[in-house]
């Protein structure tokens, strides 16, 4: 069993965070795992309603977390060492991409409300609107384009 977590560790840096504290960063939103697409000239990035495949649209949990990347090899692995230049990949409600913006969690994160269902009760995550990329030929994901969601 690993350590206990600091208390209010989502206020230190990222960089000062144990593994299990940044595993524990995560809100369980979900939004990280809708496929976007990214303009190659201007860089802009935009959301899809189309999930990967690993993506459990009711949970919005990975559901092959620990060995994700043997399926998804594209998928961005976060680290305290990366988040600088996957950031801007990130929708701006993450609890990555805000702390490393130096910006604090929101009131729904469950860190800060301490109840794990808070993200779904508040409607930040993407529990049961996501569409299985396996049910997407990838040409056709810009008729699932979407405002990035909050």
């Given at each position: ?41 201007t860089g ?87 569409v299985p ?14 405002e990035e969601?909050?």
């Amino acid at each position: 069993m690993g350590k206990s977590l600091r208390k209010k560790f989502w206020e230190r840096p990222l960089d000062q965070l144990t593994p299990q504290e940044w595993e524990a960063l995560c809100d369980g939103c979900g939004k990280c795992c809708l496929n976007k697409l990214e303009d190659e000239e201007t860089g802009e990035v935009v959301f899809t309603r189309v999930a990967c495949r690993l993506l459990d649209g009711e949970t919005c949990q990975c559901s092959q977390y620990d060995i994700r990347l043997q399926f998804v090899p594209e998928c961005i692995h976060l680290t305290p060492e990366n988040i600088g230049e996957t950031a801007y990949f990130m929708p701006a409600s993450c609890a990555y991409r805000l702390r490393h913006e130096g910006k604090p969690l929101h009131d729904w994160h469950p860190l800060v409300s301490g109840d794990p269902d808070s993200v779904h009760k508040a409607g930040r995550s993407v529990q049961g609107w996501t569409v299985p990329e396996f049910e997407v030929p990838e040409d056709e994901w810009e008729d699932h384009l979407i405002e990035e969601p909050h």
